[in-house]
């Protein structure tokens, strides 16, 4: 059941991408990051009440940091989809396992102290194979493609890939203590809408724009209901397999968004940028793969 959990979490990212490209003209990312916190938020606390989760926590430190890495991984991402094709702009946010092997391999680096009596750890070199795929992927995507805004967007969503795997292992670690899914998602849409609202003054408010206004209420329920079925489908993962599967289906929302980008907006990306796409992909499955089955390498997941 958890596989399925996260293939209709990536369905609904991908959704969710349809809808900031659509409100875009009429909207900031930063109008959007505020809107998806506030429409969610409400239906988050509608949930808890249902089922009976309370909101208050022991740890609002974690909290605040999960929120404050994921609010700019999340304006990080609207930005890049607004001005990158949908499929690339959400392989970004899929690098996120590649971005983890590249802290697991500096770590062990930056860990490491010289003494006498031990010797300086092996370099995981399998790990660094698959950052250095990751990244010759990413040029393969961008190459063909780079113009006007779009070079700026492909820096900025690369930074959202990277706050999206701090906020992630953030996620893990508050799982581990206990905290329901729907108290930690209800706590991001509320670092959501505060930190979008904080920033309205200073980005402007764009007028309103009449019917075009409603693509931000199923931007919210599709963003809420996503971050919803990927914790379940992490959390009843029962075996380093089963986490395995997951982790790996979430790649499922690029073929919806290749589909997307082609049926509703008229893009084609061109042949190389589709290879640079695989080599990402399977650059961060085998990064997960070799975390999981090497305990010297793993992290929470």
């Not at 890049?80 to 690098?95: D, K, R």
């Not at 990413?138 to 930074?159: F, H, I, K």
């Not at 905290?179 to 609202?197: D, H, S």
Request: charged content about 5%.
């Amino acid at each position: 059941m958890q596989a399925l959990w996260m293939v209709l979490a990536a369905f609904f990212f991908a959704s969710m991408g349809v809808c900031v490209k659509l409100a875009a003209p009429y909207f900031t990312a930063v109008e959007m990051v505020c809107w998806r916190g506030l429409i969610s938020m409400a239906l988050l606390w509608w949930l808890a009440r249902r089922q009976g989760v309370g909101l208050a926590t022991r740890y609002p430190g974690m909290h605040a940091w999960r929120s404050f890495i994921g609010v700019l991984s999340l304006g990080a991402s609207f930005y890049a989809i607004i001005y990158l094709p949908l499929p690339t702009a959400m392989t970004f946010g899929y690098m996120s396992s590649v971005w983890i092997a590249a802290f697991v391999v500096g770590g062990a680096m930056l860990a490491w102290r010289p003494t006498a009596g031990q010797h300086r750890p092996p370099v995981p070199m399998s790990l660094v194979a698959c950052v250095l795929l990751g990244f010759a992927g990413v040029v393969l995507m961008l190459r063909p493609q780079l113009g006007d805004n779009q070079g700026l967007a492909a820096v900025v969503g690369l930074l959202g890939g990277m706050g999206a795997a701090l906020a992630y292992m953030q996620v893990v670690a508050l799982a581990r203590l206990g905290e329901p899914e729907t108290r930690t998602v209800f706590y991001f849409a509320l670092g959501c809408t505060v930190a979008g609202a904080g920033a309205m003054p200073l980005t402007g408010v764009s007028p309103f724009p009449g019917w075009p206004a409603l693509w931000l209420l199923p931007l919210g329920l599709l963003a809420a209901g996503g971050q919803l079925c990927m914790t379940m489908a992490f959390t009843r993962a029962s075996s380093t397999r089963g986490t395995l599967v997951v982790a790996n289906l979430q790649y499922s929302g690029l073929i919806f968004a290749s589909l997307y980008s082609m049926l509703v907006f008229g893009e084609y990306l061109p042949l190389v940028a589709w290879a640079g796409m695989a080599i990402i992909i399977a650059s961060a499955i085998a990064a997960t793969v070799l975390r999981a089955r090497s305990p010297a390498l793993n992290v929470p997941h």
